[in-house]
């Protein structure tokens, strides 16, 4: 297996697709049911808490999460969004503003040890905890995710995940790879491969809702799951 990526290496490609992850039927055209799971996500946050005060968005990427949210819900929260790349982080504010949303915080870095704030409504983790590497990496964010929230706050995520069955990890691969293939030939089906074999450290959906209830969270939902990409969330 090839070294995976270092943050620094995903903060500077991320630098580079501003543009495209500004628009999700370009940005996320490599993620099966990406607008489906970007939908039932905003959905179920906004169902959970039509009216939260502070909204973390972690790996905001250029907004897309926030901005969806934000038709979801009866006030603007305060937004504080986190991500590697400062290029996505000034863009994702600039839509949220143009959107309608007052009160917009900014924090460049890793959310496991940025300062962020405490007693959050409601937290949004879209296509980022894929790129955590080992088993500590992985109890580290999802106690950090615990440790945010308020009681009765809840977090929902959309990702890439593998599969605990071999067997049915090696079929979903096939299906994500056809998919990719139908989108773009075999060349970009590659590529993509490629670039997550180098890039991406995915789990599976079984190991991520067991770790949620181990960090302490009560009540855990799935949303909706096809081949390599699940759509879950949890209340503290």
């Known amino acids: 297996m090839r070294e995976k990526s270092s943050l620094d290496e995903i903060r500077e490609r991320f630098d580079q697709d501003v543009e495209r992850f500004s628009q999700l039927d370009t940005g996320q055209v490599a993620t099966i049911d990406a607008p489906l ?3 039932l996500l ?3 946050a906004g169902a959970m808490n039509s009216e939260p005060k502070i909204v973390v968005d972690v790996g905001c990427g250029a907004g897309n999460l926030s901005l969806r949210l934000l038709r979801e819900l009866k006030s603007a929260p305060a ?3 986190i991500d590697l790349s400062p ?5 994702a504010e600039q839509r949220l503003r143009e959107a309608g949303a007052t009160e917009v915080h900014t924090h460049c870095g890793d959310f496991r040890s940025e300062d962020l704030p405490g007693n ?8 980022v905890l894929h790129h955590l590497r080992d088993d500590t990496d992985w109890e580290r964010a999802f106690s950090r995710f615990h440790q945010l929230l308020r009681p ?3 977090i929902w995520i ?9 067997s049915t990890d090696k079929l979903m691969w096939s299906r994500y790879a056809d998919y990719l293939t139908s989108v773009g030939g075999a060349d970009y089906q590659q590529n993509v491969f490629d670039y997550i074999e180098k890039e991406d450290s995915p789990r599976s959906l079984s190991y991520q809702l067991k770790l949620l209830i181990d960090s302490g969270f009560s009540q855990i939902e799935v949303l909706h799951k096809n081949s ?5 969330g949890a209340v503290k």
């Open 37 to 39: 799971s970007l939908e």
């Open 42 to 44: 905003a959905q179920a």
């Open 152 to 154: 009765g706050g809840s």
């Open 228 to 232: 390599c990409f699940a759509t879950f």
């Open 87 to 91: 290029k996505m982080l000034d863009r």
């Open 79 to 81: 937004f504080h969004l």
């Open 120 to 127: 959050c409504d409601l937290i949004l983790a879209g296509a």
């Open 158 to 166: 959309s990702d890439l995940v593998s599969h605990e069955i071999a």
